[in-house]
Every structure is written in structure tokens, then in C-alpha cells.
């Protein structure tokens, strides 16, 4: 754990607000009609009020949430879950609803103490005495899936949260899986739903599944972003992996403010609410865009990203600091995603719709047989409006908000009959919650222009990993493969370009021949480019080896600042001249390719 943000107990805060009650105690549960048509009673009296009595502005908001919020405890498990991602939807069912839902995070019915026990001494398989020299009975959070009591550490003392199952959560989320994925499977077989892909969703509600109920994971998952956090500026509370068992899991104890409850006195007492940050030394907007920007690095730099920054998730300390907690849901991008998730954003930022759309579409492979280059134009007239309203400050957040836009953009690819990747399902979970903080922090944030000052801060934090000289030998380590891997590559390209054009799948207009003349032309002027970057690292290799020529005094201010480049070994030429040879070979070879194709077009049947 070397290394690591050690918690200073002065980041404490004052506390925002008298503390709640004790938590409202679980009553036995006694099965008297099949799980089946449990669920369809709970539905039936839940989607009425979500459709129709859930409206902003209802007198009825509060008392709406109430039932909603109790029926979906009542079932428990998954619709709990459920019940937590409505509560972050204030726009669309109102503030006192919402207000009144999102107790399902923290206030959630709570099982009786001697089930606690039971459950870590099982786990533990000892007493609970030899591992904590003190246990509150009470649990001060309660949420879909567990309860969660302070205790102290025997050995250390420290002072730690113990996260432990709820006991019946196991059998209960395993029976409503079956059922949702029997549901899922149903409607996959329908043809005018295919496209959906709800085969991979069923893989993904799975894997969120198996996650929420082996708290070994979350253990993992804690102890390998805590490092990655830091550096973001962002505590996450440590962790003793070798205590954790499936039921139960011991972190160390933050005792911040929740974000939620910041959020909720700034709603109902917004001057005591300014009052505490003033003497927390808390600034809201800051503290919302370090949450944007640390979510971000997450997903586009790191190998891991919270995947449920819930308001109630999220802890505000004395200084500005952040704390987040509750690692049940974390996602792992691959690589591909990051780069390609990352064009796409990086072009919303320089407000390059046109690469924006072409990136978007990346993701929403396979392309199914639509118009493609109207498809885009659509895409772009939604980014530009999207664009205008986020200039416009004086609008509501909820309408300059990036879910705004990925709504509209959803709307249009459904339209289409095309479905992203279901992986992306945690990612807009995740931006979800974190819009609905943004809206009550900074509500007059650009997110286009934050997005382009990460990108900024971004491409400054590769050049230094880059400059690192162990990175530096797995970068040319990766290098040499690529590039024996490019003309392969080209010839696949091509074959593929014309079996879609075969298939059908894509209205393309121009033969394939004159796609392999343009390529072939961008790789002789790459070749040049690449004759002259050689000429130039041949003279500054005779300059730093031989001593000719010299530069040092001398008019011309490129000369100059060429002469003051570092010097290297001959190591480090040596590889540049292996790669400079790799790389002009693999030109050569993808030119010979693309030759044959212009010389022996493909033909056409039918």
C-alpha cells in the first residue's frame, strides 16, 4: 500500500445536519404467491405512478416515491437496484419524488444484528470478538444489496466500515436473474429486435450480477483503483483484502459528508448549505468537475472506472478533498474502447461532428443496411443543436448536459435500427449519476469545454508516461509487431471493403479500385515524408556522433534548437533505425499490395 493517500482525520467535515434516525428494521418475508406473479403485482402498482403520478410538480411526488420506493424494497434485490437508478432521474420524475426513492441507497430496511453475526462468523469461520475490539449493532447504511456497520480493528485499531450481504439477497437477485434473462431471451428471438443485441445484455446483467454478490471482487477492485484514485486527487478508503470473504468486506471508515445530503440541504436550506461549504472550504463547482475529470481519466487512462458514482457514493471533505466508496459495480474498458470512446470525445470537444459521427458509428458496429452518409448528416444536425445550447448558459442544465445529447443521439440510432455496444451500459450508468451531481454543483459548466481541458491535461500526462524509460522500452517493445502486422492488415482491409460492397450492406458509389488508387497515393507521399524525416535523423545522428555539422552558432533558430535536442546513445539510435527500416518496409510492401489491386480490380456479378 506504499504509496498511498494515507486519510488525515482533520478532512473530517462538520457535520451538514442532525443525523437521521435508526434505519426502519426488515420484516420477515413469507412467500404466499409464486416469485412470478409477486413481481407482476409490484409492477402493476409501480408503473402507473413511474408513468403518470411521477410527474415534476406533482402535490403527490413525495407520497408517489413513498409506495414506489416501499414496493420496490418488498421485492428487494434487482428491483432495488432498479429503484436506485430512477432515484438520480430528478428531471424526469421531480425532486420530491426522487428525494424520496433514493433512500433505497442509504436507508434501505435492515435485517436484525444476530444475522450479521452469523453471517461474518460463518465467513470468518471465528468469533467476532478476536477480529474487532468494537462492532455497532446499528448499521448506519443500508442499500440494495447490504448493510454497513462501524467497527474497530483488533489488530491496528483501525477504524473500519464492514459491508456485509443482506442474507436473503443471494437467493432473491439469482431468481429475479433467471427471470430477467428468460425475458431478455424472449424478446432476442424476435426478429424486428436483433439488432438489439440482447444476447451480449444478457452477458452484461450477468456479470453485474456475479459482481454485487461476491464482495471478493469489489476487495480487488478497491485495492487496485485506490493507487489510480490518488493520483486523480480522489481518496478511496483502503482496504484489507485477505479479511474479505463472498459476504462480507472491511475498508477503512471515511467519515465525510455524502454528496447526496449536500444536495438535498442545498435543495431545502440553501443558505445553511453555503454556510457549511464556506466553513468546509468546499467549492462546488470545483468539486463536481474533479468528480467529471477523475471519471474520465478512469475510463480513458486507467484499467478500471467506478461504475456507480451515485450521489450517496461520493463524500465531501474539509478542503475541497473527495472520497468515493461502494466499488460493487466496476467496469474494465478494453483498449480499443478507450481509443476509440476517446476519438469520439476528443472530436465533440474540437466540435468535429463529422469525426464525432464517424466515431459514434465505430461503436455501433455491425452497420446494418441504412443510408449511412444521411445517417451522418443527421447525427451532425443533432450535435450542432446540442452545440448551440450548451453556448447558451441561461438554459437549463438538463438541456446542455452531455445525457441530454446522448439521449437525442440514442433516439436517432434506434431510428436507424442500431445498437451500441452494451459494454457503454456501465459508462452511462456511471454519467448518469454523475450528471445528476453536476446539475446541483456546477450547473453552468461547458462540458465541451472541460471535456477539451482534460484532453489538454491529457496529452501532457502521455508525453511524461512516454518520457518514462521503462514505458518507453514497452512502447518499442509493441512497435516492432505492429508494424510487421501493417501490410496484413492493408490486404484484410481490402478484402473486407469488398465483400461489404458484395453483400450490400453499404451503398458505396465509387468501385474499389479507385479507394485502392487514394491509398495508394497517401502511401507514396507518407513514403516521402518518411525519406525526408530520415535525412533529417541522418544529419542529427552525424551531428551528435560525428560532430558534423556544427550548429551551435549559427543564425538559423531551427539549427539552433535542433542542436539543443538530448543526446542519444547508440542504443537508443539503433532502435530508431530498426524501426525507421520496419516501418519503411511495411510501405513498401502495402504499395506492392495496393498496386496489384488497381492493376486486377475486383470484379462484379450480377
Not at 416469485?35 to 402498482?45: K, N, P
Not at 483484502?241 to 455524502?258: D, Q
Amino acid at each position: 500500500m506504499g504509496g498511498m493517500i494515507a486519510f488525515d482525520p482533520q478532512l473530517a467535515p462538520t457535520p451538514l445536519a442532525p443525523p437521521d434516525g435508526p434505519l426502519p428494521r426488515a420484516g420477515e418475508r413469507r412467500r404466499r404467491i409464486p416469485r412470478g406473479l409477486e413481481v407482476f403485482a409490484g409492477l402493476l402498482r409501480v408503473l402507473p405512478r413511474l408513468t403518470g403520478g411521477a410527474q415534476p410538480g406533482d402535490p403527490m411526488a413525495a407520497e408517489n416515491g413513498r409506495i414506489v420506493r416501499e414496493t420496490l424494497e418488498g421485492l428487494g434485490g434487482f428491483w432495488m437496484w432498479i429503484g436506485e437508478t430512477l432515484a438520480i432521474q430528478e428531471e424526469a420524475f421531480g425532486v420530491d419524488f426522487c428525494r424520496e426513492l433514493a433512500k433505497i441507497s442509504t436507508a434501505s430496511p435492515v435485517h436484525p444484528f444476530e444475522l450479521i453475526r452469523k453471517t461474518i462468523e460463518e465467513d470468518r469461520r471465528e468469533p467476532l470478538e478476536t477480529l474487532f475490539t468494537s462492532f455497532e449493532e446499528a448499521p448506519f447504511a443500508a442499500g440494495a444489496t447490504a448493510q454497513i456497520h462501524r467497527a474497530v480493528l483488533r489488530r491496528g485499531g483501525w477504524r473500519v466500515a464492514v459491508k456485509v450481504l443482506r442474507p436473503d439477497v443471494d437467493r432473491t437477485f439469482r431468481r429475479d436473474e433467471r427471470m430477467v434473462r428468460a425475458v431478455l431471451r424472449r424478446f432476442a428471438s424476435m426478429t424486428r429486435l436483433r439488432h438489439l443485441r440482447l444476447a451480449d445484455a444478457i452477458w452484461e446483467f450477468d456479470q453485474q450480477f456475479k459482481e454485487s454478490l461476491d464482495l471478493r471482487r469489489e476487495a480487488a477492485a478497491l485495492a487496485n483503483m485506490r493507487k489510480e484514485l490518488s493520483r486523480h486527487g480522489v481518496i478511496a478508503p483502503r482496504t484489507w483484502t485477505r479479511l474479505a470473504s463472498r459476504r462480507v468486506l472491511i475498508e477503512e471508515y471515511i467519515p465525510g459528508v455524502r454528496l447526496s445530503d449536500y444536495i438535498r440541504m442545498a435543495e431545502t436550506d440553501p443558505d445553511r448549505a453555503r454556510t457549511w461549504a464556506h466553513v468546509n472550504e468546499v467549492d462546488p463547482d470545483r468539486v463536481g468537475k474533479r468528480l467529471l475529470r477523475s471519471f474520465l481519466r478512469q475510463v480513458l487512462e486507467d484499467a478500471h472506472f467506478h461504475g456507480d458514482l451515485n450521489p450517496a457514493n461520493v463524500l465531501l471533505l474539509r478542503g475541497g478533498r473527495l472520497a468515493v466508496v461502494d466499488f460493487g459495480l466496476v467496469g474494465r474498458p478494453s483498449r480499443e474502447f478507450q481509443d476509440v470512446f476517446g476519438r469520439y470525445l476528443r472530436a465533440l470537444s474540437m466540435r468535429d461532428y463529422h469525426d464525432a459521427a464517424h466515431r459514434l458509428l465505430v461503436l455501433a458496429e455491425p452497420v446494418p443496411p441504412v443510408d449511412i452518409d444521411k445517417l451522418k448528416r443527421h447525427l451532425i444536425q443533432v450535435y450542432r443543436a446540442w452545440d448551440f445550447r450548451t453556448r447558451t448558459r441561461e438554459l437549463p442544465f438538463t438541456e446542455r448536459s452531455y445525457l441530454a445529447l446522448t439521449a437525442e443521439v440514442a433516439r436517432t440510432l434506434t431510428q436507424a435500427r442500431f445498437s451500441l455496444e452494451w459494454s457503454m451500459m456501465r459508462i452511462d450508468l456511471a454519467l448518469l449519476a454523475i450528471d445528476s451531481s453536476l446539475r446541483h454543483l456546477c450547473p453552468r459548466m461547458d462540458f465541451l469545454e472541460e471535456v477539451d481541458r482534460f484532453f489538454r491535461r491529457h496529452d501532457v500526462r502521455i508525453v511524461r508516461r512516454s518520457a518514462d524509460s521503462k514505458q518507453l522500452g514497452r512502447s518499442l517493445a509493441q512497435t516492432f509487431p505492429i508494424l510487421e502486422r501493417i501490410p496484413q492488415k492493408m490486404s484484410d482491409f481490402i478484402a473486407d471493403f469488398e465483400a461489404m460492397g458484395a453483400r450490400g450492406g453499404l451503398a458505396f458509389d465509387a468501385p474499389v479500385g479507385k479507394v485502392a488508387s487514394v491509398l495508394a497515393a497517401l502511401n507514396w507521399r507518407l513514403r516521402i515524408v518518411l525519406v525526408v524525416l530520415g535525412l533529417c535523423l541522418l544529419g542529427i545522428f552525424a551531428h551528435q556522433e560525428l560532430g558534423v555539422p556544427s550548429w551551435e552558432r549559427t543564425d538559423s533558430i531551427l539549427l539552433e534548437r535542433v542542436a539543443r535536442l538530448p543526446s542519444l546513445g547508440l542504443a537508443e539510435w539503433s532502435i530508431i533505425g530498426v524501426v525507421y527500416f520496419l516501418f519503411h518496409r511495411s510501405l513498401v510492401r502495402v504499395s506492392r499490395i495496393l498496386s496489384r489491386r488497381i492493376a486486377h480490380p475486383p470484379q462484379r456479378f450480377g
